[in-house]
């Protein structure tokens, strides 16, 4: 313990000797631990850079392009490549809610005819098995993989005694967007209109768990196991 105390004193001395060097000039280039911390390829706001021919760090926008969910004419409202629309807008379509309140339905803004719901219907299985099955189960039953490595209270969002199953759509469109409790948000994820695909997809999920198995669903179901039999030679 007395080799201690004399180390420790030592220590000290030497630490309070070299406080006064604090603050004091000297022209010797400093002493740096990670110099290519300090030293960094890049641009700092508001400072020159004589990398571009005007002699400015910070750039205007490129001539001819626009930023994402930007509208030059000033309106909030969004509007150009729909693939490319993450927000801005303050519409149904964009929010998910009418005058404040949750809606239901599909909005006007996606266009949905007869002849175009089908592939409507296979992008939101698409976005749905992409970014949302791993939790929620392909079949949105809540039974995903993440479930099994410890992540708790995964919503199932077929069983109709639940109200996540039941509310209106502009509510399930709330969620992703914003996500919530354990679920994060998918704002900067999945696109307005890849958002309404999948609600529009986990519908059909839940419809088709309603579905009465005698009659077309058996009928189905035998004719997979007839052609895995047929397959596998028996
Ligand atoms: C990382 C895992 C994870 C992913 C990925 C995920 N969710 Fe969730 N989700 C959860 C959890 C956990 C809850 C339960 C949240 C709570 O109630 O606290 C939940 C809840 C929900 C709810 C019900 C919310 C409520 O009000 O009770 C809906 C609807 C939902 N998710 C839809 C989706 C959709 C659509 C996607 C894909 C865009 C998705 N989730 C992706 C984990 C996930």
Same mark, same amino acid.
């Given at each position: 313990?007395? %080799?201690?105390?004399i180390? %420790?004193?030592?220590?000290?001395?030497?630490?309070?000797?070299?406080?006064?060097?604090?603050?004091s000039?000297?022209?010797?280039?400093?002493?740096? !631990?990670?110099?290519?911390?300090?030293?960094?390829?890049?641009l700092?706001?508001?400072?020159?850079? #004589?990398?571009?021919?005007?002699?400015?760090?910070?750039? !205007? &926008?490129?001539?001819?392009?626009?930023?994402?969910?930007? $509208? &030059?004419?000033?309106?909030k409202?969004i509007?150009?490549?729909?693939?490319?629309?993450?927000?801005?807008g303050?519409?149904? +379509?964009?929010?998910?809610?009418?005058?404040? +309140? +949750?809606?239901? @339905?599909?909005?006007?803004?996606?266009?949905?005819?007869?002849?175009? =719901?089908?592939?409507?219907l296979r992008?939101g299985?698409?976005?749905?098995?992409?970014?949302?099955?791993?939790?929620?189960g392909?079949?949105a039953?809540?039974?995903?993989i993440?479930?099994?490595?410890?992540? &708790?209270?995964?919503? $199932? *969002?077929?069983?109709?005694?639940?109200?996540?199953? =039941?509310? &209106?759509? @502009?509510?399930?469109?709330e969620?992703?967007?914003?996500?919530?409790?354990?679920?994060?948000?998918?704002k900067?994820?999945?696109? !307005?209109? #890849?958002r309404?695909?999948?609600?529009? %997809? =986990?519908?059909? *999920?839940?419809y088709?768990?309603?579905?009465? +198995?005698?009659?077309?669903?058996?009928?189905?179901?035998d004719? @997979?196991?007839a052609?895995?039999q047929?397959?596998a030679?028996k």
């Amino acid at each position: 313990m007395k %080799y201690f105390f004399i180390a %420790y004193a030592i220590i000290a001395a030497l630490f309070i000797g070299l406080m006064p060097a604090r603050g004091s000039k000297s022209p010797n280039a400093p002493f740096r !631990l990670f110099p290519d911390m300090d030293e960094q390829d890049k641009l700092k706001a508001q400072k020159p850079d #004589d990398f571009f021919a005007d002699g400015q760090g910070g750039r !205007l &926008p490129v001539h001819g392009t626009q930023a994402l969910g930007f $509208n &030059p004419e000033g309106s909030k409202e969004i509007g150009g490549i729909p693939e490319m629309e993450f927000g801005g807008g303050t519409g149904y +379509y964009a929010t998910g809610g009418i005058d404040g +309140y +949750y809606a239901n @339905g599909m909005p006007e803004e996606l266009g949905l005819t007869d002849e175009n =719901v089908g592939a409507f219907l296979r992008r939101g299985e698409e976005a749905f098995n992409i970014n949302c099955s791993i939790c929620h189960g392909k079949s949105a039953d809540g039974q995903g993989i993440t479930g099994q490595f410890g992540v &708790p209270g995964i919503a $199932n *969002l077929t069983d109709d005694t639940k109200k996540q199953t =039941v509310y &209106p759509d @502009g509510r399930m469109f709330e969620v992703i967007t914003n996500g919530k409790g354990q679920m994060g948000s998918y704002k900067h994820n999945v696109p !307005l209109r #890849d958002r309404w695909a999948i609600i529009a %997809y =986990v519908r059909t *999920l839940q419809y088709a768990r309603k579905a009465p +198995y005698e009659g077309a669903v058996k009928a189905a179901y035998d004719k @997979g196991i007839a052609e895995q039999q047929a397959k596998a030679g028996k």
